[in-house]
C-alpha cells in the first residue's frame, strides 16, 4: 500500500492564479481531511469528508473547495491564490471517522507571490 | 467547535530527563485524543491515542492520562533520547467523529 500520496511536493504559484492539490489514498478510507501547517499555528483543518459525496468546512475553509466524487480522491482546489495562502498543506486519511487514528501525506509546500 | 490549548510552546531537557506535555479541550463531546510527533521536514504520525472511557494509557517510555472532569490530557515521555526531538501536537476529536482538532504544537529539544 502507498497509504496517502499528495501531489506536487512543491508548487510557486502566482496571485490570483488557480490550481489543484491531489490527495490519494489507498486504504479503503472513509474519512479524508485537508490541513494547512503555519509557523507556531498548529495543524488547522480546512475541510473534510465523511465519505464520497459527502463534504464539509473546518476550521479556515475560506478560499478552499473540495470535492470528493471517489472513496480513494479527495483534491483541495485553490480558486484565486493569495499570499496568505502560503502554507505547507497536509491530506489525511482515516478508517471511519476522525475519531481512529489518521495517516497523513507528505504535504505539499505552497508559495503564493 | 472545539478548541485545544497545548503548553507549553517550547521544551527543553537533558537526555534521560522525563518531558510533560499538556493539553485542554473545550467540547466535553470530545471522546478521542491522540497524540502526534512530527520531525523537521517530514509528516506528523501517530505515536499514542486514548478514548474517554480510559483515565491512562503507556506504550514504553510514553504515556497519556485523561481527565475527563478537567477537560485536560497530558503527554509524558520518560528517559528522554534525543531522537525524540520533535515537534508533538495533542488533538480532540467529537464523538461524531467529524473533525480532529489539534493544538498549536510543542517543540520538544532533547540535549545529550
Known amino acids: 500500500n502507498a497509504g496517502v500520496t499528495q501531489t506536487p511536493k512543491f508548487q510557486v504559484l502566482k496571485t490570483g492564479q488557480s490550481m489543484t492539490l491531489q490527495c490519494a489514498q489507498d486504504m479503503n478510507h472513509e474519512y479524508m481531511s485537508w490541513y494547512r501547517q503555519d509557523p507556531g499555528m498548529g495543524l488547522r483543518l480546512i475541510h473534510y469528508?465523511?465519505?464520497?459525496?459527502?463534504?464539509d468546512q473546518g476550521e479556515v475553509p475560506n478560499g478552499y473547495n473540495v470535492s470528493r466524487s471517489t472513496t480513494e480522491d479527495f483534491p483541495l482546489r485553490l480558486l484565486s491564490a493569495a499570499p496568505s495562502q502560503t502554507s505547507v498543506y497536509f491530506c489525511?486519511?482515516?478508517?471511519?471517522?476522525?475519531?481512529?487514528?489518521?495517516?497523513f501525506g507528505q504535504g505539499t509546500r505552497l508559495t503564493v507571490v | 467547535g472545539e478548541n485545544v490549548e497545548q503548553h507549553p510552546s517550547t521544551l527543553s531537557v537533558q537526555e534521560g530527563d522525563s518531558a510533560v506535555i499538556k493539553c485542554t479541550y473545550s467540547?466535553?463531546?470530545?471522546?478521542?485524543f491522540p497524540w502526534y510527533k512530527q520531525e523537521l521536514g517530514k509528516r506528523p504520525q501517530l505515536i499514542i491515542d486514548i478514548r474517554s472511557n480510559v483515565g491512562e494509557k503507556k506504550d514504553q517510555r510514553i504515556a497519556v492520562t485523561l481527565n475527563k472532569t478537567a477537560k485536560h490530557f497530558s503527554l509524558h515521555i520518560t528517559e528522554t533520547q534525543p531522537e525524540d526531538s520533535a515537534v508533538y501536537f495533542c488533538?480532540?476529536?467529537?464523538?461524531?467523529?467529524?473533525?480532529?482538532?489539534f493544538g498549536k504544537g510543542t517543540t520538544l529539544s532533547v540535549s545529550s
Open positions: 469528508s465523511v465519505g464520497a459525496g459527502i463534504t
Open positions: 489525511a486519511s482515516s478508517y471511519s471517522r476522525s475519531n481512529t487514528e489518521a495517516f
Open positions: 488533538a480532540a476529536s467529537s464523538q461524531a467523529g467529524t473533525a480532529l482538532i
Open positions: 467540547d466535553s463531546a470530545s471522546n478521542y
